[in-house]
């Protein structure tokens, strides 16, 4: 994040009966444009392919994990060049458009983001027709041994992201999105207006870094679980999605299709397991006994 992540501005605070005027900080939200310049047919083209409302800052790595969660690359050297283009808007020089160069040789099938207009838009398009279209993009396979969590390691999570989320602290506005490894340590983080935005931050760094080894992860998120963020977990080939809110039905029926692991409500030292209980285990909270840690039986989800 950048300095430009938030901005100051006048308020009213009501305090019982008493009004006092004082300066709030509040998360910064812009369009971001993305324009994609490639080869067809022997022929360099432009094209712009979305727009989102997102928190400046960190704009390359959201849009190297769009373009990656959304199928149309698939490696870090599918990339040429990432850079800004037009005019700062103001003195505090953000700019609204990406321009992102793939290099000759890498075949662009936009028919890949009619997915992203389903899953973004509110027109009631149905369950089945998302996964249809979901099924343009390469997901992975997940390996089903990796990783074996303790229930121990889950529930401080989310107090771990709290703690590092540096903007949130001044805001009390944003997503966020973490990675962890399987003992619990926090690896990376991104913040964003939008969820699946600070996801997708989250991936980019790590494709820029050439570092999409992410089979024995975890991706932690502040909010809910939707398809579009099981969708994008799946893409990074990470096996286990944690949410401290909600999952919805499709995000369950897509996480079990795959052997996702999916939990939701991960609060309180409690959370339940939606998805690919079988990379769960208690925690065996005296070990001078015979008992050995047990996997969460599937059972339990009925």
Same mark, same amino acid.
Request: glycine share 8%; net charge neutral; charged share 20%.
């Given at each position: &994040?950048?300095? !430009?992540?938030?901005?100051?501005?006048?308020?009213?605070?009501?305090?019982?009966?008493?009004?006092?005027?004082?300066?709030?900080?509040?998360?910064?939200?812009?369009?971001?444009?993305?324009?994609? +310049? !490639?080869? &067809?047919?022997?022929?360099?083209?432009?094209?712009?392919?979305?727009?989102? &409302?997102?928190?400046?800052?960190?704009?390359?790595?959201? @849009?190297?994990?769009?373009?990656?969660?959304?199928?149309?690359?698939?490696?870090?050297?599918? #990339?040429?060049?990432?850079?800004?283009?037009?005019?700062?808007?103001?003195?505090? +020089? %953000?700019?609204?458009?990406?321009?992102? /160069?793939?290099?000759?040789?890498?075949?662009?099938?936009?028919?890949?983001?009619?997915?992203?207009?389903y899953t973004t838009s509110s027109c009631g398009v149905c369950g089945k027709t998302s996964i249809e279209a979901l099924e343009t993009i390469a #997901?992975?396979?997940?390996?089903?041994?990796?990783? %074996?969590?303790?229930?121990? #390691?889950?529930?401080?999570?989310?107090?771990?992201?709290?703690?590092?989320?540096?903007?949130? +602290?001044?805001?009390?506005?944003?997503?966020?999105?973490?990675?962890? /490894?399987?003992?619990?340590?926090?690896?990376?983080?991104?913040?964003? %207006?939008?969820?699946?935005?600070? @996801?997708?931050?989250? @991936?980019?760094?790590?494709?820029?870094? +050439? !570092?999409?080894?992410?089979? /024995?992860?975890?991706?932690?998120?502040?909010?809910?679980?939707?398809?579009?963020?099981?969708?994008?977990?799946?893409?990074?080939?990470?096996?286990?999605? %944690?949410?401290?809110?909600?999952p919805s039905s499709l995000a369950v029926e897509l996480a079990r299709s795959h052997g996702m692991t999916l939990l939701g409500f991960v609060r309180?030292?409690?959370?339940?397991? !939606?998805?690919?209980?079988?990379?769960?285990?208690?925690?065996?909270?005296?070990?001078?006994?015979?008992?050995?840690?047990?996997? @969460?039986?599937?059972?339990?989800?009925?």
């Amino acid at each position: &994040m950048t300095k !430009y992540s938030v901005a100051q501005v006048s308020v009213h605070r009501i305090n019982g009966d008493r009004i006092t005027s004082e300066r709030d900080s509040l998360a910064v939200e812009e369009p971001l444009e993305i324009q994609l +310049n !490639y080869e &067809m047919e022997g022929e360099r083209t432009q094209k712009s392919i979305s727009l989102t &409302m997102r928190t400046p800052g960190d704009d390359f790595e959201l @849009v190297a994990g769009f373009l990656f969660t959304e199928g149309i690359i698939r490696h870090c050297a599918d #990339i040429r060049h990432i850079t800004h283009i037009g005019a700062p808007l103001d003195e505090t +020089n %953000v700019r609204n458009t990406v321009r992102v /160069d793939l290099n000759a040789g890498v075949t662009v099938n936009l028919k890949r983001l009619e997915r992203h207009f389903y899953t973004t838009s509110s027109c009631g398009v149905c369950g089945k027709t998302s996964i249809e279209a979901l099924e343009t993009i390469a #997901i992975p396979g997940l390996r089903a041994d990796v990783p %074996v969590l303790d229930a121990a #390691i889950i529930h401080p999570l989310p107090r771990t992201l709290r703690a590092a989320q540096a903007v949130f +602290n001044s805001t009390g506005g944003l997503h966020a999105a973490a990675l962890f /490894d399987a003992w619990g340590t926090l690896l990376a983080l991104r913040e964003d %207006v939008g969820r699946h935005n600070a @996801v997708d931050k989250l @991936v980019g760094a790590q494709l820029l870094a +050439n !570092y999409l080894l992410l089979g /024995d992860k975890l991706i932690l998120v502040s909010g809910r679980a939707s398809f579009e963020l099981v969708q994008k977990t799946l893409a990074a080939g990470v096996p286990v999605l %944690v949410a401290v809110g909600a999952p919805s039905s499709l995000a369950v029926e897509l996480a079990r299709s795959h052997g996702m692991t999916l939990l939701g409500f991960v609060r309180n030292e409690k959370f339940n397991i !939606y998805s690919g209980a079988w990379r769960i285990r208690e925690t065996c909270v005296d070990p001078a006994t015979a008992c050995a840690a047990t996997f @969460v039986s599937a059972e339990v989800l009925r």
